[in-house]
């Protein structure tokens, strides 16, 4: 073991359980349920990889429980033998499995065609994306709940799997019933901080109650809500000791709501460390062990964070979706090995978004960085089988594909070259990097080209190809990864000399004057990042889209912060509007719905 890691890999007791090391990859839901919200396969290997991969401890994900059983995945056929195969496939490497216990409150509309229930009927804020009106609960249907979260800690416990964490956090049901924003009750569950707490109270009593004093039960919650009206981390500081005393064994601090999204999983604009300030305010009043979060990516943060007493352990999610062999490595000393998280949020919260939405082709979470995530075990994806013909691959474009493309293909034995007429690689990743709080790209370029070096692919720089050299170089295959080039719409006066386009910009290539329109189209970050970039440097930015809003495209997270962004610095944001022609000095629009210029 690498000693430099001496407390991050050092056992963490949690009740009456010990965990091989401080790493917890916290409940999540990739959504690779089957049709009735039960782990399947593909849930069980997603795990499974990641116990293989050095984890001390895993979270399952958001499965409902709900009074009607209907609603409730923990009454439905299979649970018990679906869990009881997660926890086999799990404990075989060592790691422990931990069930999320979970209702999701208000934040459960706008997928099934019932109103959620909730402890106030107040309207939601989702995301940036949905407002939802719940049914706001009444004395006997709070009630209840509590027997429901009892009986499914004890299917948990009896499938074998270590212990319950109760979701209070991310606006779920628990934090509704202690957010005075959200919770407008004047009955003995709503009004004072007390009498907020008496819901979450009930249920840790009554699952404590049910699995016994041998069983660890532990609870997520957001230290502060960040949201207007909500709760803060001093109201947190009050309420943590008197959660801990129903009966907790642990704490899993995190941050935010729905309304609140990028500081419940932090964008690429945030800093390192960003919330751990939280965990270790809640660390000082309480008596169990604390797990802290907020763009943890790397060991060396871990162990700081461990090692200056701000937590006992680390809580780790999209960290170790992009390298399930985080902990392994780390271990071992191979820190070039790890591959980073970028916080980039397209992968994961962009794919779930749009799996949510039905949207076509997308099947659950993914990665950036990690292209087999959701794949572990499929032969050719998680599993790389070893190539039956060695051949030498000749791979144009030193890109996200290209690299990536060269080192499955060197991985699997083949003799790879790679060649980019850049003077370095990365690709398109290093244009991007250079808009503000984007330089979280160049972790892509840091990993692929240590990975080159490892595999022993032979990498030209500054090199273009031509057809003469791919006939004298003779490979086996090529592979063209060039990438994409700015789209140009068909608009009169595109060609002037007064339009550039984004590469250019971020760049600097070009001198941009103090007025400038940009034609937003993409509804992606490109625009929203590029005026993000121009406003810093003083100039007067407008974004012109045809769509409902500026950047629609985005997840929550990078949305919410993005907005934040430029409009502090007086972007303005045009919808609805379609450029019909540009000129030297004016720019003729017209909406997209009434034709009106």
């Known amino acids: 073991m690498a000693e430099e890691f001496k407390n991050l890999f050092s056992p963490l007791k949690l009740g009456t359980i010990t965990t091989r090391n401080r790493i917890y990859s916290s409940a999540h839901h990739p959504l690779y349920v089957d049709m009735f919200g039960l782990p399947g396969d593909r849930m069980l290997n997603y795990w499974a990889a990641k116990a293989k991969g050095g984890v001390g401890t895993i979270g399952t994900y958001l499965a409902p429980i709900h009074p009607d059983p209907r609603r409730d995945t923990f009454r439905r056929p299979g649970i018990n033998d679906a869990f009881k195969k997660a926890a086999d496939a799990v404990h075989e490497y060592g790691a422990k499995l931990i069930c999320q216990l979970a209702n999701s409150g208000a934040q459960a509309g706008g997928y099934g065609q019932v109103a959620p229930w909730a402890p106030s009927s107040v309207l939601t804020h989702a995301g940036d994306m949905q407002l939802y009106l719940p049914h706001e609960m009444t004395r006997e249907e709070i009630q209840s709940f509590i027997p429901a979260f009892a009986h499914a800690a004890t299917v948990a416990r009896e499938a074998g799997l270590d212990g319950v964490e109760i979701h209070g956090a991310h606006g779920y049901l628990f934090t509704e019933f202690m957010s005075p924003d959200h919770n407008r009750r004047t009955d003995e569950y709503g009004g004072t901080i007390e009498k907020r707490l008496r819901f979450p109270i009930d249920v840790i009593e009554a699952v404590r109650k049910a699995v016994g004093d041998d069983f660890p039960v532990g609870m997520r919650i957001s230290a502060d809500e960040f949201v207007y009206g909500g709760y803060t981390l001093d109201e947190m500081l009050v309420m943590a000791p008197v ?20 500081s419940a999983i932090e964008p690429m604009y945030y800093p ?16 169990v062990p604390v797990f802290a979060r907020g763009r943890i990516q790397d060991p060396i943060q871990a162990e700081q964070i461990i090692a200056n007493g701000q937590a006992d352990g680390v809580s780790m999610v999209r960290a170790i979706v992009a390298d399930p062999e985080f902990a392994n490595k780390a271990r071992e000393g191979r820190l ?14 962009g794919n779930l978004a749009r799996t949510r939405l039905m949207i076509p082709g997308f099947g659950g979470m993914s990665c950036t960085m990690n292209p087999a995530v959701g794949m572990e ?27 990536e493309t060269a080192r499955v293909a060197a991985l699997r034995g083949h003799a790879v070259s790679i060649y980019d007429k850049g003077p370095e690689l990365g690709g398109q990743t290093l244009i991007a990097a250079k808009a503000p709080g984007r330089d979280g790209y160049l972790d892509l ?16 720089l500054d090199t273009e190809v031509t057809p003469d050299m791919v006939i004298e170089q003779d490979p086996d295959a090529v592979v063209v990864a060039t990438g994409s080039v700015p789209f140009i719409p068909d608009i009169p006066g595109i060609d002037g000399n007064n339009v550039v386009n984004v590469w250019q910009v971020l760049n600097e290539e070009v001198k941009v004057g103090d007025n400038v329109v940009i034609i937003g189209d993409d509804e992606d970050i490109q625009s929203m990042s590029t005026a993000d970039f121009l406003a810093e440097r003083g100039k007067n930015v407008e974004i012109l889209t045809w769509g409902r809003f500026c950047g629609s495209k985005l997840e929550p997270m990078t949305f919410h912060t993005i907005y934040q962004r430029v409009l502090g610095k007086g972007v303005v944001l045009t919808p ?9 000095k004016t720019v003729v629009t017209f909406n997209y719905y009434t034709d009106e210029e």
């Open 445 to 460: 370029p840091r990993y692929y080209t240590f990975q080159m070096k490892m595999l022993n692919v032979d990498v030209h």
């Open 576 to 584: 609805h509007t379609r450029v019909k022609e540009i000129s030297s």
């Open 377 to 403: 075990g499929q032969p050719g994806w998680g599993e790389l089988m070893p190539a039956a013909v060695k051949k030498r691959v000749m791979i144009i474009g030193g890109g996200p594909a290209g690299l």
């Open 272 to 287: 390192l460390n960003s919330f751990v300030y939280c965990a270790a305010a809640v660390k000082q009043v309480v008596d």
């Open 336 to 349: 070039d090995e790890i591959c980073k998280c970028l916080a980039c949020n397209e992968g994961c919260w």
């Open 243 to 262: 959660l801990v005393k129903a009966g907790l064994d642990w704490l899993n601090v995190s941050t935010g709501t729905y309304a609140s999204p990028s």
